[in-house]
């Protein structure tokens, strides 16, 4: 089962890689990156297909969250811009929204520790988000790709590769 969703979570982060980059740190900034693009409402009707809803394009962005290192502990520098998240998450236009956390490393270290690594650290944004910020755990999911999915494919090392994915699920 835990195969079968990070396939789809692979199909979604694959569909539209075009992410915001992590320069918008504030609340108002990640609101305007998350929130859905609304389109006016049309009178005719499309037919799509069946895998057409994990090929949309997902709203996103990079978010760099500082953790202590080696450790899931966000440190200072990261707590405050999961402030500004947690803030975004309960503005009235994100509120109804469901929302994807994914952890991503560098290529430093062996491939399991970058895959625990990446996960522990998407959890810990959840149970941030979820104890301090009052988001609810319900639309919340954590996962972490440890290296495989580097933004700076060229530079695996990058310390841009060392980021948290937030994507809001339109549901």
Do not use: C, W
């Amino acid at each position: 089962m835990r195969g079968m969703i990070l396939a789809m979570i692979g199909l979604l982060l694959a569909a539209g890689a075009d992410t915001q980059p992590a320069a918008a740190q504030s609340k108002n900034e990640i609101i305007k990156t998350l929130a859905p693009i609304r389109t006016s409402p049309t009178r005719g009707i499309s037919v799509e297909p069946a895998a057409a809803p994990l090929q949309r394009d997902l709203p996103k962005i990079n978010l760099t969250i500082t953790f202590e290192s080696g450790s899931d502990r966000p440190a200072l520098a990261g707590q405050k811009l999961l402030d500004e998240l947690g803030a975004a998450l309960q503005d009235p236009s994100l509120k109804s929204f469901r929302f994807l956390i994914v952890g991503h490393t560098d290529a430093a270290g062996p491939e399991l520790y970058n895959q625990q690594l990446s996960e522990r650290r998407a959890a810990a944004v959840k149970a941030y988000l979820v104890s301090k910020s009052q988001i609810e755990e319900a639309r919340l999911t954590a996962v972490g790709f440890g290296k495989s999915r580097p933004l700076d494919a060229a530079n695996p090392m990058s310390a841009e590769n060392r980021r948290v994915e937030i994507i809001n699920l339109l549901n």
